[in-house]
């Protein structure tokens, strides 16, 4: 979905609906959504976004992100309360923009896609790194340290920093 097209669903009124989706929808997904919640709010535009998550994998339906991520977040200022969910096929008709942490996370996406439309609005979190252009995904800090989380949570912000200002 180009800037146009964006622009044209704000002017109808309409919002722009966006999901983030990583694996399990606890770590890295919960906390884009968080950081996107909080810059269109920061940025007046709030009203004109609905904003959500989901994981490919579903065993983690109904929990809260992981306590790791809660931490890291919050030290951003950031309160995660998301409840995971998985992605279902309903999503692509429902969002506009489907974002994907990773490769794996993009390629199933796209595999999971009715239509090729619906294909066309999975894009991948690297495209949107102005702050890190060496980064080719948002690396899974489950079984990382600290540093994988704060790693994760720089990239995220990068990223959405970056959407946004594509969006608006």
């Known amino acids: 979905m180009d800037k146009k097209e964006i622009k044209d669903i704000i002017l109808k009124g309409d919002k722009v609906r966006i999901l983030f989706v990583c694996l399990g929808n606890i770590c890295r997904s919960p906390a884009a959504q968080?950081?996107?919640?909080?810059?269109?709010?920061?940025?007046?535009?709030?009203?004109?976004?609905?904003i959500d998550s989901a994981g490919l994998y579903g065993g983690h339906a109904g929990d809260l992100p992981d306590a790791r991520m809660r931490a890291h977040a919050r030290r951003r200022g950031l309160n995660l309360t998301h409840r995971s969910r998985p992605v279902r096929e309903s999503d692509f008709d429902r969002f506009d923009i489907i974002v994907a942490m990773d490769d794996s996370n993009y390629t199933g996406l796209r595999a999971m896609a009715p239509t090729p439309e619906d294909e066309r609005k999975v894009v991948?979190?690297?495209?949107?790194?102005?702050?890190h252009p060496w980064a080719d995904c948002v690396?899974?800090?489950?079984?990382?340290g600290a540093e994988g989380f704060e790693n994760a949570l720089d990239l995220i912000e990068d990223g959405c920093n970056t959407l946004l200002q594509r969006l608006i």
């Open 124 to 131: 991948k979190m690297a495209d949107f790194f102005t702050q």
């Open 34 to 50: 968080g950081v996107m919640e909080r810059l269109v709010e920061e940025s007046g535009v709030a009203d004109n976004f609905e």
């Open 139 to 144: 690396p899974d800090p489950y079984y990382d």
